[in-house]
């Protein structure tokens, strides 16, 4: 086989698991890597030259396929531009790059006849991006739902399994390594949503700007949501979704979500991941595994570098590789127009009337209860827990409006929206 030579820039925990299995690949041949601090002691020895300089590996003539494993948006967005630029193919993780800079890259990538490689950018170690992308070809996606990041659920299924707070359960994730010094990326979705963007342009040919995508994260969720969800039949997952919402506009969402102990999500527990695809052709499938970590990713990282390389001997493959995207950006549905059950959990002062008051304030916005449980708190007052049939949530949020401005009301404590199935297979 024809000695392929890469260079990689980052040699963090994804980088050292990329490293560890380049080893076994013998016609590729990692010539340097960039890092930040060369002397910094290495749970691998680096197998070629370090330098603190990436233009070393850019600007590097013999280099033709550039791994990214830096992550974060800047500087890797400008080593990726020049890289292209150069006329290199890229292999990258960085989801938060191409989700932000996805419609500008890609045509980047065209205009230079290279290509951009990203299975590692969604879902870790499970081969999402390639299913949608070439399996899946024959298919019209209506919807990808699932849940797409691995420390959230670790900690939502910590919170249920062992009964531990949201606090708790996050320092767990970071004794474990699974979540960041700083989780924000993760809790509060924002990583979800970079992977969302990617997913629609390959479902539905366009990225979308991840400040338009509708983002709550799960530092509100309390261990009463957890037992409660429990008590009516379903687990609190973390659920990121993408579907064609009318011909012109994707309802692109993360959110805590309430999913039936019956459903396949709801058995996704720990720090895997699972993924709904929905396409005419082929029904529905699933797919769960591990969507984090050092080795899933590196496997997906040293998978798509090992695919690009066979194909580098082919006269202009990299057209075969790029994904039908466009330039422009997805149009979303507005967050409002989205209709699903929800629960509620609130505390009211105890005294005659309240639940008839919360009714005919819930009738008067168009929403319909499905039940209501009432436990007597004498202190705080008495805490109800409400499930609601379908209602658009513009409905759901004027009628919880008009709730807080009730002298009764002592606390809206949680609103978290109910999967139903049919969210993942909208046809
Ligand atoms: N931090 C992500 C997760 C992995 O926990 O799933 C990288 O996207």
Redesign the pocket.
């Known amino acids: 086989m024809t000695r392929v030579v890469l260079g990689m820039i980052g040699l963090g925990t994804v980088g050292v698991g990329v490293v560890n299995l380049l080893s076994q690949e013998h016609h590729l041949s990692l010539k340097r890597i960039a890092v930040k601090n060369i002397g910094k002691p290495r749970p691998v020895k680096p197998p070629c030259l370090l330098t603190a300089d990436p233009y070393e590996v850019i600007d590097d003539p013999e280099i033709e396929v550039l791994i990214e494993v830096m992550g974060g948006e800047t500087p890797a967005l400008e080593y990726i531009r020049r890289a292209l630029s150069k006329r290199k193919h890229i292999v990258t993780a960085n ?1 938060e790059v191409l989700a932000k800079h996805g419609p500008e890259l890609f045509k980047l990538a065209r205009d230079n006849g290279v290509t951009i490689f990203f299975e590692a950018a969604v879902a ?1 170690g499970v081969p999402l991006i390639s299913t949608i992308h070439k399996g899946l070809e024959a298919n019209r996606i209506s919807a990808v739902t699932g849940i ?5 659920n670790f900690i939502l299924s910590r919170m249920e399994e062992v009964g531990e707070s949201f606090a708790a359960a996050l320092g767990e994730a970071q004794t474990r390594g ?1 979540a960041e010094a700083d989780p924000s ?2 809790v509060d979705g924002y ?1 979800v949503a970079y ?1 969302l963007s990617i997913l629609s342009a390959l479902a539905y040919g366009r990225f979308v700007r991840p400040d338009s995508i509708y983002r709550e994260g799960i530092r509100n969720i309390a261990a009463d949501d957890i037992a409660a969800a429990q008590e009516f039949g379903y687990r609190v997952k973390l659920v990121g979704s993408t579907c064609q919402f009318s011909p012109d506009k994707l309802s692109v969402r993360v959110q805590p979500m309430l999913v039936p102990l019956t459903h396949p999500l709801a058995a996704v527990s720990g ?1 895997n ?1 699972g993924i709904l695809v929905a396409g005419h052709a082929v029904g529905e499938i699933t797919l769960v595994g591990p ?2 970590g050092q080795m899933p ?1 590196a496997s997906a990282i040293v998978g798509d570098t090992i695919n690009l390389a066979s194909a580098l001997m082919l006269p202009d493959f990299a057209s075969y590789f790029h994904p039908a995207v466009e330039s422009e950006w997805a149009t979303t549905a507005d967050a409002g127009e989205f209709v699903c059950p929800y629960y509620l959990r609130m505390a009211v002062a105890d005294f005659p009337g309240v639940i008839g008051r919360i009714g005919t304030i819930f009738g008067t916005h168009n929403v319909s209860m499905q039940s209501i449980v009432q436990r007597g708190v004498k202190e705080k007052g008495a805490r109800i827990t409400i499930v609601t049939q379908d209602v658009a949530t513009s409905n759901m949020n004027a009628a919880l409006d008009e709730l807080r401005s009730c002298n009764f009301l002592l606390e809206i404590a949680s609103v978290i929206s109910i999967f139903k199935p049919e969210f993942s297979n909208v046809h």
């Open positions: 989801k870790g797409l990041n691995g420390t959230t699974f990326a993760d990583d992977k720090s991941n969507g984090a990713t």
